[in-house]
């Protein structure tokens, strides 16, 4: 079983749906855990975290996270052409005096006009 | 603007000559990370240094090396590049691992390496 599974998709929804994308994990050490959206040809840009378990919103993206089922969650309301991208869930695991980000392999979401 | 800068942005090698990939930031960020990112698979961390110490990962082949000369430079060195390299490498900073106000890690472009 890999740490952090993530559906790969693709997924290809309607402008303005809202989209639900997720992860799971099995580590019980994870502390953080991230959302990451990738251009394709591009480098991951953070797009929210979050340490406890709950929601997080920021503009048309909510955060959630449920410790005790090891399940994340990020919402897009209204989606946008401009969404459109691999969307990564990542979650660090303390390493020593540093810590280690691991991703999931990413969801690929094309939201149409 | 602040930022992490990687080149080149594409990088074709022949199979077995040796190549280096090149990261720079302007952040002053204390750690630098180098993932590999295959086509459609998560990023898979190689090493990392926090400040100059150096952590490899335990599957991290020994053909990639890496080196820090200063804060703001890493390199990644690959010796003898094989077919099965071929991919994205991503060069990441973070300050203190991630934590605290600044949370959070900032990615170059990355570099994508063709093995011919």
């Known amino acids: 079983q890999k740490e952090v599974e993530q559906d790969p998709g693709p997924l290809s929804v309607p402008e303005g749906a809202i989209v639900s994308l997720n992860c799971t994990y099995s580590?019980?050490?994870?502390?953080?855990f991230m959302w990451y959206r990738q251009y394709s040809r591009k480098g991951p840009e953070l797009l929210m975290y979050t340490y406890s378990s709950g929601n997080k919103e920021d503009g048309r993206f909510t955060a959630q996270v449920d410790k005790s089922s090891k399940y994340i969650s990020l919402f897009i309301r209204d989606s946008q052409p401009s969404d459109s991208a691999t969307y990564l869930c990542?979650?660090?695991?303390?390493?020593?005096?540093?810590?280690?980000?691991?991703f999931g392999k990413g969801t690929k979401l094309t939201v149409n006009p | 603007d602040a930022m992490v800068i990687q080149n080149p942005r594409y990088q074709v090698t022949q199979f077995g000559k040796p190549v280096t990939l090149s990261c720079s930031q302007t952040l002053n960020h204390n750690v630098m990370y180098w993932y590999q990112q295959k086509s459609s698979q998560a990023p898979k961390l190689l090493f990392h240094?926090?400040?100059?110490?150096?952590?490899n990962e335990a599957d991290t082949p020994d053909n990639f090396q890496s080196r820090r000369p200063n804060t703001s430079f890493c390199f990644l060195d690959i010796r003898s590049p094989g077919l099965g390299d071929a991919a994205m490498y991503l060069c990441?900073?973070?300050?203190?691992?991630?934590?605290?106000?600044?949370?959070?890690?900032?990615f170059g472009s990355g570099t994508r390496l063709t093995v011919v």
């Open positions: 240094y926090y400040d100059k110490d150096f952590n």
């Open positions: 990542a979650m660090t695991e303390p390493q020593g005096g540093s810590e280690k980000l691991v």
């Open positions: 580590n019980s050490a994870f502390q953080y």
């Open positions: 990441a900073t973070s300050r203190d691992g991630g934590r605290g106000i600044d949370y959070g890690y900032t």
